[in-house]
């Protein structure tokens, strides 16, 4: 079996770790023979790579392990990157949750006002990555997760048509585990899904069976009805705090509203913006949380190894829910033809949408690419739900390239979450200010 060189952009991630672990636990089925971390933060990136340098020596000696701030030295001789860079990294993100919120209009890093900030911030990130892969090793793939995906994802389509990028994201991944076990399944692999919509924002209309062909809808409808995603488990360690078990359990209210498909957890930012707003506190959102915990914890292992010269005997985990990257991969380089919701150009396949619109669907991905699966014509409220929703990120992109005030603005405004172009206003100006070293200049 060939073995394969990744290199992982944005080793400084709390993610990192858990990714570069879980690349070794697969290695039976992915062989690895080299990986390199590349970060633009030469001082957070060391600390991860420090202790994952111990632990790849004392448990993976034939692994070649580096890392570097140097593109050359990073994105050479590279069959695969793994991207999950965070431009302005918690800092911005604690911006992009708390300046919506001080005009009372949800604050997250993904949707609304916060996604478009950010999207502002990445797309020059995500580029300049897929520009150094190209350059080094051009027949290279790059699996992209960084956020916020959907609007990183238009903007390559735009700028990079041709590129070998996949955009993929790890909600569906979770909730589908937790759909299989709300119906006593092993896992989401024993099921066989239908799913359309765009990055954070999509719905399950079909769920079998794979073996016995079963309809698994109705059983599933009716812990929805009940208690949202609150009757799943979780795999892993992702996606277990009381933040997070609250967003399940509002799944419930987010379901209510279309009980004929089954919502992806990010639809309660768009359909119950009041309650989120409510919910929240300004003066201490998800990006402190993270802060506080995930960040704290990951980087005070990280230091602890390094200050005893060994990792033995700390809790250092692979993320086992962080496996899809490697089926992704393994898609590509085994021809396994597996089939995954991906971020891809629609042409056609939800036939009465937008066919340049970037949207989540299930694809069957081989070593030449993936093929969609025709999802057909989706009803007339998610399909207008999403109308509006790829307008603020095409919007949004286009505002990048020609650098638009104007059309950021429109993009802003015509966020469903956000009540009127003034208060898209308010919240844009002080954005630009807080994002002077990341944004293009806007005229
Ligand atoms: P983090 O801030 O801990 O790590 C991000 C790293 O990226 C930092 O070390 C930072 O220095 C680095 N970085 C920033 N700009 C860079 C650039 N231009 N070039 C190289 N490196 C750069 O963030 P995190 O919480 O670990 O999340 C990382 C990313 O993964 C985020 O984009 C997050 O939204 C995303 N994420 C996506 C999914 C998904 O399902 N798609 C799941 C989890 C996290
Ligand atoms: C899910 C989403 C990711 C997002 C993450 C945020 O996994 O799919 O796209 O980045 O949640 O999690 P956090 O714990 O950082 O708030
Ligand atoms: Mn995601």
Known sequence: MKKYAITVAGGGSTFTPGIALMLLKES?????????????DAQRQETIAKACKIYFEENAPDVEFGYSTDPKTAFTDVDFVMAHIRVGKYKMREYDE???LKYGVVG????????????????????????????????????????????????????????KILNICDMPIDLEEKMAYMVGLKSRKEMDVGY???????????????????????????????????????????????????????????????PTTIPNTYLKYYLF???????????YTRANMVMDNREKFVFGICRDIIAKGTSKGFNFEADAHASYIVDLACAIAENTREKMLLIVPNDGTIVNFD???????????????????????????????????????????EAWIEGSYQKLWQAMTLS????????????????????????????
């Open 108 to 163: 997250q890093e993904t949707c609304g006002p916060g996604g478009i900030a950010y999207g502002m911030r990445s797309i020059g990130g995500i580029l300049e990555i897929l520009d150094y892969m190209e350059k080094y090793s051009p027949n290279a793939w790059m699996l992209n997760y960084s956020n916020p995906a959907a609007i990183v994802a238009e903007a390559t389509r735009r700028l990079r048509p041709k590129s």
């Open 98 to 100: 708390k300046i919506p």
């Open 28 to 40: 039976h089925r992915f062989p690895i023979r080299k990986i390199h971390f590349y970060d633009n």
């Open 355 to 397: 066919p340049t619109a970037m949207v989540e669907v299930p694809c069957i991905v081989g070593s030449n690419g993936y093929e969609r699966i025709v999802q057909g014509a989706i009803p007339l409220f998610q399909k207008a739900l999403m109308e509006q929703q790829v307008g603020v990120e095409k919007l949004a992109v």
């Open 196 to 258: 359309y919509g765009l990055n954070h924002f999509g719905w399950w209309h079909k769920i079998y069976d794979k073996k016995t062909g079963k309809d698994l809808m109705p059983e599933i409808k009716k812990h929805m009805a009940k208690n949202g995603f609150g009757d799943g488990i979780s795999p892993t360690n992702q996606h277990v705090d009381d933040s997070w078990k609250e967003t399940f359990v509002k799944a419930k209210d987010v379901f209510a509203v279309d």
């Open 416 to 443: 469903k979450i956000v009540p009127s172009a003034e208060i898209a206003k308010l919240i844009l100006d002080d954005m630009i200010k807080v994002n002077k070293d990341f944004w293009p200049e806007l005229k």
């Open 273 to 283: 913006p009041d309650y989120v707003v409510k919910h929240s506190d300004i003066n």
